[in-house]
C-alpha cells in the first residue's frame, strides 16, 4: 500500500486549487491512469469513480480564492497545504508514496509536505510524477474531476466562465462584462493575479475614454 497525491487548479484567475491524495495497491488501480492534462473529460471522470471504488481511500483538499489571495502567502506555500492537506486524510503512520513537485527544488517540497502532514510518512517528491507515478497520476485524475465539478458550479452562478486560465478568451471575456457591469471583479477571480489587474485598468481606461 502506498499513496500518491497531486494538485489541479494552481494556474486559473478564477476559483479554488484542489489537491488529492490516493491511498492504494498501485495494482489495483484501473488502466488508464495518468497525467489528467492528457485525458479527455468524460474518460476522466468515469475514471475518478474507478479510483475511488479501487482505492483504499482518497481524500481531498480544497484551497478557495481568499486563501489564495491573501497577503504573505506564495502558491508554493499554498500547493503544500493543499498536498498536505489531502495527504493527511489518507495518511497512515510509515506509509510510503510520492508527491507531485510544485516547487522547483523537488526534495525540499517534499519535506514541507511530509512535516505539514499529520502522521509521520515516507514522502518521495518528483517533478512529473502523475505521468510517472500511476498513484500521482490517479490522485490528478480526481484533483482535475474535483476542479471541473467546481467550475461547472462558476458557470451556473456566473453564466459561462470558460475554464478559468488567464489564456482562455471566454475567461477574459467573462472578466472584463462583469467589471463593466458591476464595476468590480467577480468574487470567484483571484485579485491577486496579474489578469485582474488587467481587466481593472482596461475598464479604467475605457471610462477615461468616455469623457
Not at 488502466?31 to 475518478?48: F, H, N, Q, T, Y
Not at 480526481?142 to 471566454?170: F, I, N, Q, W
Request: charged fraction near 30%.
Amino acid at each position: 500500500m502506498r499513496f500518491g497525491v497531486d494538485e489541479a487548479g494552481k494556474g486559473p484567475v478564477l476559483g479554488s486549487m484542489f489537491a488529492a491524495a490516493v491511498r492504494a495497491d498501485p495494482a489495483a488501480l484501473p488502466d488508464g491512469v495518468g497525467d489528467s492534462k492528457e485525458i479527455k473529460p468524460e474518460r476522466r471522470e468515469r475514471l475518478a469513480g474507478e479510483i475511488r471504488e479501487s482505492a483504499d481511500t482518497v481524500g481531498v483538499a480544497e484551497i478557495p480564492v481568499e486563501r489564495i489571495d491573501a497577503d504573505g502567502t506564495d502558491m508554493n506555500t499554498l500547493t503544500v497545504d493543499a498536498q498536505a492537506a489531502a495527504l493527511s486524510s489518507v495518511a497512515r503512520e510509515g506509509l510510503p508514496g510520492t508527491v507531485d513537485a510544485s516547487d522547483t527544488d523537488a526534495a525540499r517540497f517534499g519535506r514541507r509536505v511530509a512535516d505539514s502532514v499529520d502522521a509521520e510518512v515516507s514522502v518521495t517528491a518528483e517533478h512529473g510524477a502523475d505521468e510517472t507515478d500511476p498513484l500521482v497520476g490517479a490522485a490528478s485524475i480526481v484533483a482535475k474531476v474535483a476542479r471541473d465539478a467546481h467550475v461547472t458550479e462558476l458557470a451556473e452562478e456566473y453564466g459561462d466562465v470558460g475554464s478559468g486560465y488567464p489564456s482562455d478568451p471566454t475567461t477574459r471575456a467573462f472578466l472584463a462584462d462583469y467589471v463593466d457591469r458591476h464595476g468590480e471583479l467577480p468574487a470567484c477571480a483571484r485579485r491577486s493575479w496579474s489578469t485582474c489587474d488587467d481587466v481593472l485598468a482596461a475598464a479604467e481606461q475605457a471610462t477615461l475614454g468616455d469623457f
